[in-house]
T-cell receptor
Framework: SQELEQSPQSLIVQEGKNLTINCTSSKTLYGLYWYKQKYGEGLIFLMMLQKGGEEKSHEKITAKLDEKKQQSSLHITASQPSHAGIYLCGAARVVGNKLVFGAGTILRVKS | NAGVTQTPKFQVLKTGQSMTLQCAQDMNHEYMSWYRQDPGMGLRLIHYSVGAGITDQGEVPNGYNVSRSTTEDFPLRLLSAAPSQTSVYFC???????????????FGEGSWLTVV
């Protein structure tokens, strides 16, 4: 199993609906990154969370970090077709000085 | 993806050929790294560098070579391409390594490599 588990693997939502993507780590979280990727393109940085209980927002996307549960959630309010893509969470690891990634969540927004 | 430039964007290689993927950043970042992305496996670290002249192996280093002669550039060399190296390759850079925390990690737009 992967160090970072993302759920769901994919989802289809109607435009205007809210949605949540979860990222759970099997190890202690020191820093959690969220990226968005459109098919055939690179990774776009969304947010980075470092402290337990931290919450950040950018436009209609909010991310939270629950240090005790070793989990982060990404919430999109009133989804739009522009939100469609692959959402990736990455956890900073001290050992190896690296980011480890989840497998990604594919989001489709139906208009 | 401002500041991290990868070339080429697409490449087809024959088994046994060698090639170099280029990566350059203009943000004066100390930390640079290469990942490969494969379906269902997420991104995996190949090699990384914490500064000019210093490189280290990641999770999947076999078949790849790197060097860091300048702060700006971090090329990835495939020594003898194999079909298992068909993948999408991403270069990333940041002020410090992920293990040190507190910094944004920027990714390039990717290089699609097919080995036939």
């Amino acid at each position: 199993s992967q160090e970072l588990e993302q759920s769901p693997q994919s989802l289809i939502v109607q435009e205007g609906k809210n949605l949540t993507i979860n990222c759970t780590s099997s190890k202690t979280l020191y820093g959690l990154y969220w990226y968005k990727q459109k098919y055939g393109e690179g990774l776009i940085f969304l947010m980075m969370l470092q402290k337990g209980g931290e919450e950040k927002s950018h436009e209609k996307i909010t991310a939270k970090l629950d240090e005790k549960k070793q989990q982060s959630s990404l919430h999109i309010t009133a989804s739009q077709p522009s939100h469609a893509g692959i959402y990736l969470c990455g956890a900073a690891r001290v050992v190896g000085n690296k980011l480890v990634f989840g497998a990604g969540t594919i989001l489709r927004v139906k208009s | 993806n401002a500041g991290v430039t990868q070339t080429p964007k697409f490449q087809v290689l024959k088994t046994g050929q060698s090639m170099t993927l280029q990566c350059a950043q203009d943000m004066n970042h100390e930390y640079m790294s290469w990942y490969r992305q494969d379906p269902g496996m997420g991104l995996r670290l190949i090699h990384y560098s914490v500064g000019a002249g210093i490189t280290d192996q990641g999770e999947v280093p076999n078949g790849y070579n790197v060097s860091r002669s300048t702060t700006e550039d971090f090329p990835l060399r495939l020594l003898s391409a194999a079909p298992s190296q068909t993948s999408v390759y991403f270069c990333a850079s940041s002020r410090h390594g992920p293990g040190q925390g507190g910094n944004t990690i920027y990714f390039g737009e990717g290089s699609w490599l097919t080995v036939v």
